[in-house]
């Protein structure tokens, strides 16, 4: 199975703009459809509800409405219809939940390429690329908004420390890892599970032709989600591969954790499986 089919939440923002950049470059690359998305929890629906609302009051919402759903898709249209074939760039606009409803499209995708999350979005158009990644179940790609999307040819850097997630991660990245020249497996401290008799993580991915080398240090930090951004800007990595939150999402937003530091950190891009 190839890289085919590809999901960019797109609102207009720079990190959006982001994303579709990376999708661009992975369209190139493997020849994929990409189908840009705007989900928008707009008042149109949620008015429309009520006789009490004036008629030309409604007309006033979905005018405006429309309109910025047309100058979106026109940004999207612009940024990718100059290199992507028309039969494979693809548009879907609609009212509704953001993150539950990319989540609902994700699904359907290869990979959701996502640009971080920006706290000046508004929130009708807002994202959290964990919340999609836990929701939907498959991969997304967060590109952050200072990446160099021509870097995610460089070394692939996947954090590993052998549980549910990260193997998840592995997995749904295999496409990637596949064509990269370089896989650094990387671990800190203690809190790894050891490899199984007869195979390893490094085995595994040398069995799919995936050039890794197996990478194991101490923890220098109270943080591991600082460890390895540390270790991504030491070898001068393009992608970080990993779980996403092994533990709760709730304990990571109280108590703070590897995956929610790195989302807010990380100036490469990064993809999350859960």
Excluded at 95 to 122: R, W
Excluded at 173 to 183: G, N, R, S, Y
């Amino acid at each position: 199975m190839a890289i085919k089919n590809l999901l960019v939440a797109f609102n207009g923002s720079e990190t959006s703009k982001n994303a579709l950049g990376a999708a661009l470059l992975m369209q190139k690359k493997y020849d994929a459809h990409i189908t840009g998305i705007l989900a928008h929890e707009g008042n149109r629906d949620r008015f429309s509800q009520h006789q009490w609302v004036p008629e030309n009051v409604r007309g006033i919402l979905n005018e405006a409405i429309q309109q910025n759903e047309t100058e979106v898709e026109a940004q999207f249209h612009a940024q990718a219809g100059p290199t992507v074939p028309p039969e494979k760039l693809h548009w879907i606009s609609l009212s509704g939940q953001p993150d539950h409803t990319v989540s609902q499209y994700a699904c359907m995708f290869d990979f959701t390429l996502i640009g971080k999350h920006d706290n000046e979005v508004s929130t009708d158009i807002d994202l959290h690329p964990e919340t999609i990644a836990l929701k939907s179940g498959r991969p997304v790609l967060v590109v952050p908004n200072i990446a160099n999307n021509e870097a995610l040819a460089k070394t692939a850097v996947l954090a590993w420390d052998g549980r549910r997630s990260a193997t998840r991660a592995l997995n749904d990245a295999m496409l990637i890892l596949e064509t990269k020249q370089k896989v650094d497996v990387v671990s800190f401290g203690q809190d790894v599970r050891p490899p199984l008799d007869g195979i390893d993580v490094v085995s595994a991915l040398r069995r799919h032709e995936v050039p890794a080398s197996r990478i194991r240090r101490p923890a220098t930090s109270r943080n591991i989600g600082q460890d390895i951004l540390n270790y991504c800007h030491e070898v001068d990595a393009g992608l970080l591969v990993m779980g996403a939150f092994e533990r709760s999402l709730l304990r990571e937003e109280i108590f703070g954790g590897p995956t929610k530091f790195i989302l807010e950190n990380a100036t490469l891009p990064v993809l999350l499986a859960h």
